[in-house]
């Protein structure tokens, strides 16, 4: 049975979950904070957001239009597969099972991965969400254990956001305060890759 990224969201945290730092490293003198049901939501959403980003790069990566730029896209599959597996354990840890890519199909708009310039666009979309869906969760979650490593992901998605930059004419410098978005404005943002 495909489940989609909403009933993924809506589904309810375990009670009682028991919750570990990634690595199983803790913190001198402090106690893991078990994630909330909203942290859990939090985590499915920025899962959800992850997967849509690793399916995009392998499809850009695969239209073979790239040129220079696929270098960049490279490390950041790279740099994704290892945001989505930190947050894989994270969710695993506290008792939920992460979605996977064959939880979730995506589509995109006809011709995205027709030209450099149809990927790149698209590319900006994508990471701008990612961005955004990081910078909301970071002022939203409860448990302090999930700040840095969300933080951690948020400044690596700027960073592919200023790789992408040169690809589209812009600035490798961009907003003083990039835009956090709220839960439901992220989730309706990836809606729209959704099969």
Do not use: C
Not at 79 to 96: F, I, M
Not at 109 to 117: D, L, N, T, V, Y
């Amino acid at each position: 049975m495909q489940m989609t990224r909403k009933h993924l969201l809506r589904v309810g945290a375990a009670g009682g979950a028991a919750f570990a730092l990634p690595g199983g490293v803790a913190l001198a003198g402090t106690t893991a904070t078990a994630p909330t049901d909203g942290d859990l939501a939090y985590l499915r959403l920025l899962i959800g957001a992850e997967l849509l980003a690793l399916d995009f790069q392998t499809r850009a990566l695969a239209a073979r239009k790239l040129g220079p730029a696929a270098a960049t896209f490279r490390r950041s599959l790279a740099d994704e597969r290892a945001h989505y597996a930190s947050l894989a354990k994270l969710l695993s840890d506290a008792g939920q099972p992460p979605a996977t890519s064959a939880d979730v199909d995506f589509t995109y708009p006809r011709g995205s991965f027709g030209s450099r310039a149809a990927i790149g666009h698209l590319a900006w979309r994508v990471e701008t969400l990612l961005l955004g869906a990081y910078l909301g969760a970071i002022g939203n979650v409860e448990a302090p254990e999930l700040r840095l490593p969300i933080g951690q992901i948020a400044a690596n998605e700027a960073q592919h956001l200023s790789a992408l930059a040169p690809l589209l004419g812009r600035g490798a410098v961009g907003r003083a305060f990039p835009r956090a978005l709220a839960m439901s404005a992220a989730s309706d943002q990836l809606d729209a890759f959704e099969s």
